[in-house]
T-cell receptor, first 114, second 112 residues
Framework: KAGVTQTPRYLIKTRGQQVTLSCSPI?????VSWYQQTPGQGLQFLFE???????NKGNFPGRFSGRQFSNSRSEMNVSTLELGDSALYLC?????????????FGQGTRLTVV | LAKTTQPISMDSYEGQEVNITCSHN???????ITWYQQFPSQGPRFIIQ???TKVTNEVASLFIPADRKSSTLSLPRVSLSDTAVYYC?????????????FGAGTRLFVKA
């Protein structure tokens, strides 16, 4: 079966701009989680969506937002970009409704803010 | 979510067995223990998950003592391609949804 697809793979933006990243989960998966990975902070949880509702949220400012569509595809948006937002953004999909569940990660979107 | 502690890095040689231990003193009754592997510029990949005793799959074994306050990931006969960062995660994915907190991970370097 197809894996988790993230688009675009690479992105360069200027400070102050906004960006939208997309994640298509594995078919049948209803949970999509987003993470930011930087060399200094490691993997940090942003938020999780399940059946179009945000179910969990990490400790990121309101500039980071997301949504999930009825087909479980998810987007995350970062407004007013800062240099520190440069990172690898990863999304993970899972069934989301089982006690022990495996998450499948995409290849990520490498965002560079200049 | 329970906090985990792992060694920052480990070195090994090809063909050796590698054991990475993770401490999770505050593990809750409903928590599962999961290990992921990550290569540079790629997303983490699920390795193994367990609740108690021992779990084995085609790539690794997971040993969990009776008190569940620690767990050990065992990689048999590692190769150069096993050089990666390994994350130990503890959580109850049933309540509150999927909110996985990754620690710093263990950087394993396999030498020829």
């Amino acid at each position: 079966k197809a894996g988790v697809t993230q688009t675009p793979r690479y992105l360069i933006k200027t400070r102050g701009q906004q960006v939208t990243l997309s994640c298509s989960p594995i078919s049948g998966h209803r949970s999509v989680s987003w993470y930011q990975q930087t060399p200094g902070q490691g993997l940090q949880f942003l938020f999780e969506y399940f059946s179009e509702t945000q179910r969990n949220k990490g400790n990121f400012p309101g500039r980071f937002s997301g949504r999930q569509f009825s087909n479980s595809r998810s987007e995350m948006n970062v407004s007013t970009l800062e240099l520190g937002d440069s990172a690898l953004y990863l999304c993970a999909s899972s069934l989301g409704d089982q006690m022990n569940t495996e998450a499948f990660f995409g290849q990520g979107t490498r965002l560079t803010v200049v | 979510l329970a906090k985990t502690t792992q060694p920052i890095s480990m070195d090994s040689y090809e063909g050796q067995e590698v054991n990475i231990t993770c401490s999770h003193n505050n593990i809750a009754t409903n928590d599962y223990i999961t290990w992921y592997q990550q290569f540079p510029s790629q997303g983490p990949r699920f390795i193994i998950q367990g609740y108690k005793t021992k779990v084995t799959n085609e790539v690794a074994s997971l040993f969990i003592p009776a008190d569940r306050k620690s767990s050990t990931l065992s990689l048999p006969r590692v190769s150069l391609s096993d050089t990666a960062v390994y994350y130990c995660l503890v959580g109850d994915y049933r309540t509150g949804g999927f909110k996985t907190i990754f620690g710093a991970g263990t950087r394993l370097f396999v030498k020829a």
